[in-house]
């Protein structure tokens, strides 16, 4: 059943770099403690990119959504939503939004990818209408990933 959360989906701006920062070191934790200059960057760059989701509760920064653009596509390269404000369609929210700006800007398909093992990503994925479509070897902490992909 969906959690009923009152939540506001919106582009991050260069105030809310920290909060990102702050939610993804701890969302992952051992990844931050071996690459925090590149998780800074990339968060830092996808920011300034526009290419950066936030969703507050209370005026607190609940779950983050960031991509990069490859040729015609659009590659999400994190979700995460805080543990008690999950269920709630947040990442769905975050995916509407993110793929209404890509198509605007002419890209023609969204991919993805998680860890094999990610149960709720990958029904994530599924669910919003994502086709599993490869498999990348050794991927994240060494673990395989799906590759996923949809058109827009
Ligand atoms: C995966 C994640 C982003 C989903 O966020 P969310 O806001 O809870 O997702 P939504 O509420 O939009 O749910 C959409 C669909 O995802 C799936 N899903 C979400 N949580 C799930 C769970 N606990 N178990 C199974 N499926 C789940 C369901 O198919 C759900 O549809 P439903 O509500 O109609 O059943 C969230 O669980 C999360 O942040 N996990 C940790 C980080 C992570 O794994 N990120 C993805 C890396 S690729």
């Not at 590659?75 to 929210?93: D, L, M, P, S, W």
């Amino acid at each position: 059943m969906k959690k009923d959360i009152l939540f506001v989906i919106k582009i991050a701006n260069k105030k809310d770099t920290n909060g990102c920062i702050k939610l993804s070191e701890d969302s992952w934790p051992e990844w931050w403690a071996k690459n925090e200059t590149l998780g800074k960057k990339h968060i830092r760059e996808c920011v300034k990119g526009k290419r950066c989701l936030i969703a507050t509760a209370n005026k607190e920064i609940v779950g983050f959504f960031v991509w990069g653009n490859l040729w015609n596509k659009i590659h999400i390269q994190g979700i995460f939503v805080k543990e008690n404000y999950r269920k709630a369609g947040i990442a769905t929210k975050f995916l509407e939004k993110a793929t209404r700006i890509a198509e605007k800007q002419g890209f023609k398909e969204v991919i993805s990818d998680c860890d094999i093992s990610n149960k709720k990503s990958i029904s994530f994925h599924l669910k919003n209408g994502f086709k599993k479509n490869g498999l990348i070897k050794k991927h994240w902490d060494n673990e395989d990933s799906y590759v996923f992909s949809k058109k827009i």
